[in-house]
């Protein structure tokens, strides 16, 4: 199967007001679409910024995968047998890199859970501390959920995998990305649903190549051969990576920054507004008609986690 593609999905707050406006008749050609020239100058001078956080247990090959999503060496993980013992806090770690292909600038935070759930019986399913983990996650973040090591699974073993987690996820209401809710159009409802039901991706991480056939591949020698990462037949890493990054990443940030951070700052104001007044306090309250003045300028602390609108 080909890696599903589509064009990045344009900011929510952009969408036109009414599909019914129709369009005006122009006499001549005015310039118009220079901004699409002006738009990629800027981008190539700004770069983009990508936020990830990976989850999962000790030993799942989190290092790796990132490392292979980037072909880069991203993340450093200890190698196996040395005897270090696994972090006993949930305490995050991030590392920041600025990646560059082509002229386009990446500068890419990847976080860490060390030590999440290291101590807690998985039985082949989400165990209650992802559940309970996801739901609070999917209301703040874009969630993508993959199975890791996946070579460690028979095909049979993989699909009967994926759907005991799909049913899982709509027992729990759990919504991961993308959101069916977002869908645009009916290209978008088409490829996204196809994308919904290989959800959870089936992955395998290696950042060592390989010789195959006379061609270099990125991929896990094992003593029945090798595995190869980009290969369709062997994994969904394809998938993940073109989900993240070449197909849906400005629709990640988009969502983000217009969905999932406004909700956050919602929030986080109607807190304040129940905290004890002091500097900066803002009265939200709906004034009632005695009460309406002449405004003044006032100032809006936002919260500590303003700089989050790219993480999902």
């Not at 759907?163 to 088409?190: A, K």
């Not at 290989?198 to 010789?211: K, W, Y």
């Not at 993240?244 to 507004?273: A, F, G, M, P, W």
Request: hydrophobic share 35%.
């Amino acid at each position: 199967m080909d890696p599903l593609r589509r064009s990045p999905s344009p900011c929510l707050s952009s969408r036109p007001s009414s599909p019914s406006t129709p369009p005006c008749e122009m006499l001549g050609p005015v310039g118009i679409e220079a901004v699409l020239d002006q738009l990629k100058i800027k981008a190539m001078k700004m770069g983009f910024e990508f936020n990830i956080m990976v989850v999962g247990q000790s030993g799942l090959g989190k290092s790796t995968m990132v490392n292979t999503l980037f072909k880069s060496k991203v993340w450093k993980s200890n190698p196996p047998g040395l005897g270090v013992p696994p972090p006993q806090t949930l305490q995050l770690h991030s590392v920041t890199h600025v990646i560059e292909e082509k002229g386009v600038k990446l500068k890419l935070t990847v976080t860490d859970t060390p030590g999440f759930g290291d101590q807690i019986n998985n039985d082949n399913c989400l165990r209650p501390l992802d559940i309970e983990f996801l739901q609070r996650l999917c209301r703040t973040v874009n969630v993508v959920p993959v199975i890791a090591r996946a070579d460690s699974l028979t095909m049979e073993e993989r699909e009967a995998f994926r759907r005991r987690i799909q049913q899982n996820l709509r027992t729990h209401c759990i919504d991961v990305y993308p959101q069916m809710c977002f869908d645009e159009d009916i290209n978008d409802r088409i490829l996204n649903s196809k994308l919904r039901d290989r959800i959870p991706f089936a992955v395998v991480g290696a950042d060592q190549e390989h010789m195959v056939n006379g061609r270099c591949v990125l991929g896990r020698k094992t003593k029945w051969g090798i595995i190869e990462v980009e290969n369709m037949a062997h994994c969904e890493f394809p998938l993940l990576r073109d989900l993240l990054i070449r197909s849906h990443l400005q629709d990640l940030k988009d969502i983000t920054h217009n969905v999932h951070y406004e909700n956050y700052r919602v929030i986080r104001l109607n807190e304040s507004h129940l905290l004890p007044r002091g500097p900066g306090w803002v009265n939200l309250a709906p004034a009632s008609p005695g009460q309406l003045t002449t405004p003044r300028p006032f100032k809006v602390c936002r919260g500590a986690h303003d700089d989050s609108d790219d993480e999902f």
